[in-house]
C-alpha cells in the first residue's frame, strides 16, 4: 500500500505542476512544490521552465538558487524545522528514472544564510557504500540543527513510475559536521519513522520498533523515567503534566514532568536542582556561599533567594520545591569555634573571659561569649551545635599565687608608699621648725 501511495505521489507530482511567473523576471517557472509555513509565508521550489535549473522562493520576493549540477527532480519534498528549510527528495538524470540519487539541502530561513548540501553518488555504482540510492524516504527533526532521515538502498524502478523495492534500508543522520548511517531491518517493508521522546524510533509493519540516539546507537528501549539536571527540550509535539506543548519548548524549572507525546508510552523525566556551594550533611567552620539552579528556595523554612550566604553558627537546610511536588533538601551545619586559647585538660587563670561563636555551657550553665572567670576550679566547657553537643572541654582555674611577678608588684607598691611617707614625716618637720622660728 505504501508503495502504491508513493507512485502516487509521485505522478501527482509530475503532472500537476503549476506555472507562475516571478514579478521580478520574465523567467517562465513551473511550481514543483508549495507550501505554507509555521509563520504563514509562502515558500516554493521553483523550476525554469526548459531547463533543469531550480530556486526556492520566499514570499515570491526572496530567491535563492537550489543547484542539481544539472539534474533533474525525481521527487521533491519540504520540510520546516526549529531554525531551516529543508529541501529533499531524489535528481535524476533527464527522465531516466532508474539513474536517481538522494539530495538533502539545509537553508536557514532567512534564505540568507549560505546552504548546506548533501549529495549522495553511487548511481547505479554497486560498488558504492550507499549502492543503487533511490530516493529519500524521509525526513524528520531530531533536535535544534540536527536531522535524521531514511534513505531507500538498492531501489530498483520496474517501470518509469511504478515502484518495486529490493535490498535494504539505512537510517542516516545528518550534521553540518559529519553524515552518519546504519543498516535498518526488516527490509520487506518500508520502516515509518518518529520520535519517542528523546530517541528516533524506526518501526515496521509487525510493530517491531528500534530506537536509536542522535549518534545512531541503537538501544534496546527509551527510558520511561529519567533523572536529568539543567533543562530539556520536548522534540515532538508533548502534552507536559496535562498542558500540550509544540515542539522545541524547554523547560529549566525543577520538577517532575509527566510527557505523553500520545503515541508512546508516557516518560518522567525529573529535574533535579543544583546546590551549588554546599554540601549535604557537611559541617562548615565558617560561612557559607550557596546557589540553587531554580525553584522556590526556603532557608530553614523561610523564604530566600536562588543564591545566599550564611556566616551564623547552626544548623541549617534549603530546601528547592519545584514543579509537581519536587522537592530538594540539602542540610549543612556551621560549627561554633573556641576563641579563647586552651587546650582540654589546661589551665586559664581568674580574670581571663572565654570567647567563642555560637552558643556555649560552661559546667552545664548556659553562658554568653566574653564571661569572666571569677572562681577557681575545675571547668568543663561545652560548645552547643544545634540540640546537641558538637565539643567538650575541660580545663582548670587554680588558686591566687603570689608570684615573682606579684611579689615584685608589691615591693614597687611598698616602697612608694615609704617614700610617701617619709616625705610626709620631713614636710611636716620643717613645718614645725618654721612655725617655732616665728614665734621667737
Known amino acids: 500500500m505504501k508503495k502504491i501511495i508513493l507512485a502516487f505521489l509521485l505522478i501527482f507530482a509530475l503532472f500537476t505542476l503549476n506555472f507562475t511567473k516571478v514579478s521580478a523576471s520574465e ?28 530556486v526556492l522562493v520566499l514570499n515570491d520576493s526572496i530567491a535563492v538558487d537550489l543547484k542539481t549540477e544539472g539534474k533533474n527532480f525525481g521527487f521533491c519534498s519540504i520540510y520546516e524545522s526549529t531554525n531551516y528549510y ?24 532567512g534564505l540568507d ?46 517501470t518509469k513510475i ?12 545528518v550534521t553540518k559536521d559529519k553524515i552518519v ?15 519517542a521522546y528523546n530517541l528516533i524510533d524506526v518501526s ?21 523515567e529519567e533523572t536529568t539536571t539543567g533543562a530539556f527540550v520536548i522534540l515532538t509535539d508533548t ?31 525529573t529535574l533535579d536542582a543544583i546546590v551549588s556551594g554546599v554540601d549535604d550533611g557537611k559541617v562548615y567552620t565558617s560561612y557559607v556561599d550557596f546557589k540553587v539552579s531554580g525553584g522556590d528556595v526556603y532557608l530553614n523554612d523561610e523564604p530566600s533567594y536562588l543564591n545566599g550566604t550564611v556566616s551564623k553558627t547552626g544548623v541549617y537546610s534549603i530546601k528547592v520545591v519545584g514543579v509537581n511536588g ?4 540539602v542540610s549543612f551545619s556551621i560549627a561554633p569555634t573556641l576563641i579563647t586559647t586552651v587546650s582540654d585538660g589546661g589551665t586559664l587563670n581568674i580574670g581571663d573571659t572565654i570567647e567563642f561563636t555560637g552558643e556555649a555551657k560552661l559546667n552545664n550553665t548556659v553562658i554568653s561569649s566574653g564571661y569572666r572567670l571569677d572562681e577557681a576550679g575545675v571547668y568543663s566547657l561545652s560548645l552547643i551545635l544545634g540540640d546537641k553537643t558538637y565539643e567538650t572541654i575541660t580545663f582548670t582555674v587554680p588558686e591566687v599565687e603570689v608570684t615573682v611577678r606579684a611579689k615584685t608588684g608589691l615591693y614597687i607598691t611598698l616602697s612608694i608608699i615609704g617614700v610617701l611617707l617619709i616625705a610626709t614625716c620631713v614636710f611636716v618637720t620643717v613645718k614645725s621648725l618654721n612655725s617655732k622660728k616665728r614665734r621667737h
Open 27 to 54: 523567467v517562465e517557472y513551473a511550481t514543483l512544490k508549495e507550501t505554507t509555513t509555521k509563520s504563514g509565508d509562502s515558500l516554493k521550489v521553483n523550476k525554469v521552465v526548459g531547463e533543469y535549473k531550480f
Open 86 to 109: 529543508c529541501i529533499y527528495g531524489s535528481l535524476k538524470e533527464g527522465s531516466n528514472y532508474k539513474e536517481v540519487k538522494p539530495f538533502f539541502y539545509v537553508i536557514g530561513k
Open 113 to 158: 544564510t549560505t546552504s548546506e548540501i548533501y549529495y549522495y553518488d553511487g548511481i547505479n555504482d554497486k560498488n558504492s557504500e550507499f549502492g543503487d540510492l533511490a530516493f529519500v524516504c524521509d525526513l524528520i527533526e531530531y533536535e535544534v540543527d540536527c536531522f535524521a532521515l531514511t534513505m531507500l538502498v538498492d531501489g530498483e524502478f520496474n
Open 239 to 269: 502534552t507536559v503534566n496535562g498542558t500540550l506543548y509544540s515542539k522545541g519548548t524547554g523547560f529549566s524549572t525543577p520538577g517532575i514532568y509527566e510527557l505523553d507525546d500520545g503515541v508512546h508510552e508516557k516518560k518522567t523525566i
Open 162 to 173: 511504478a515502484f518495486t523495492y529490493s535490498g535494504r534500508y539505512k537510517l542516516y543522520s
Open 326 to 329: 519536587y522537592l530538594k533538601v
Open 204 to 224: 515496521d509493519m509487525y510493530d517491531n520498533h528500534y530506537y536509536f540516539d542522535k549518534d545512531l546507537s541503537l538501544k534496546k528501549t527509551y527510558d520511561k
Open 181 to 195: 548511517s546504519v543498516d535498518i531491518d526488516p527490509t520487506q517493508d518500508l520502516p515509518s519513522l518518529s520520535i
